[in-house]
């Protein structure tokens, strides 16, 4: 259903934190003029943690009538509570996104038998496609493979977002549940391997750089192409990596903005790029052919 280079955007905010929403806009049509094959709204990346629940979802409407069907949307709408999660993905499909993209639950570390319980009961209550979504190094809890063989059998459970950057966990689960669900890499610096391996595709970060490379690095990978996608990748590797040299999305922001995109907007307790950080990201930039 989904597949490719999925930008998890940006949130364009002005220096007083308010939501751009005109650069919001020209975002979406700078990635639909350069391949990205879906937008991924509200994520991680696009600062869902600092935007209250009517931002969240003018953020999600926005997005999906500027697409205007030309590629698909996913609205982030993970939360640390079940029933925050059911209402704002009910509320994401109601503006139109296509999927949701939720997050495990995130600070309170419930158990395996609490993460499938807590997706079985979105997935019940919204009938909106859904993508889990498995980062612990910023969650502190990890979905075990076997939990997402479970969801995998409920009908609307059409995805999962492998952020952990493990290769042999990401085969894994592709040999486990990629007959039923699609697996996404959700770590650009491996998200090559991962589609070569049978994966749909990259949730990227770098994609809000080098949005055609990242479009024509995954499909390559899909195609089998490993010469192509390597060449591409290599290009990329250093935006792979220092697009994280604080945390995200404190670095792509800093990038986006050097691209004349977005204002230097972005909100506490998340700061602007420290200043000895700049040369790094600016290089990396260069390195990958956007600067």
Same mark, same amino acid.
């Given at each position: 259903m989904f597949h490719g280079s999925m930008v998890a955007l940006v949130t364009p905010m002005r220096a007083d934190g308010s939501?751009?929403?005109?650069?919001?806009?020209?975002?979406?049509?700078?990635?639909?003029?350069?391949?990205?094959d879906a937008l991924v709204a509200v994520g991680t990346? *696009? !600062?869902?943690?600092?935007?209250?629940?009517?931002?969240?979802?003018?953020?999600v409407r926005r997005v999906?009538?500027?697409a205007a069907g030309?590629?698909?949307v996913?609205?982030?709408t993970g939360s640390n509570s079940t029933r925050e999660a059911i209402e704002l993905t009910r509320a994401a499909m109601e503006v139109g996104a296509d999927a949701c993209l939720l997050v495990t639950p995130y600070y309170v570390k419930p158990t395996q038998e609490g993460l499938y319980r807590h997706f079985k009961a979105v997935a019940e209550a919204v009938p909106v496609p859904q993508i889990l979504y498995n980062v612990p190094g910023r969650t502190a809890v990890d979905m075990?493979?076997?939990t997402v063989e479970r969801l995998s059998h409920i009908a609307n459970i059409v995805g999962i977002k492998d952020a952990t950057g493990n290769?042999?966990?990401?085969?894994?689960?592709?040999?486990?549940? *990629? !007959?039923?669900m699609d697996i996404f890499s959700g770590d650009d610096a491996t998200a090559m391997e991962l589609i070569l391996m049978g994966a749909k595709g990259d949730i990227s970060v770098t994609a809000n750089v080098a949005p055609r490379d990242m479009h024509e690095m995954c499909a390559a990978a899909?195609?089998?192409?490993?010469?192509?996608?390597?060449?591409?990748?290599?290009?990329?590797?250093?935006?792979?990596?220092n697009l994280f040299v604080e945390a995200n999305p404190i670095p792509v922001k800093w990038a986006v903005q050097q691209l004349g995109l977005i204002p230097p907007g972005i909100r506490l307790p998340l700061t602007p790029l420290s200043e000895q950080h700049h040369e790094t990201v600016r290089q990396a930039m260069v390195q990958a052919g956007v600067l």
């Open positions: 939501v751009d929403e005109e650069s919001l806009r020209g975002l979406v049509e700078f990635h639909v003029a350069n391949g990205t990346t *696009g !600062e869902a943690s600092t935007l209250d629940n009517d931002e969240h979802v003018g953020v999906v009538e500027t030309r590629v698909p996913i609205a982030g075990q493979n076997a290769l042999e966990r990401g085969r894994e689960l592709i040999q486990l549940c *990629g !007959e039923r899909r195609a089998g192409d490993r010469a192509r996608a390597e060449a591409i990748n290599q290009r990329l590797m250093a935006l792979h990596k």
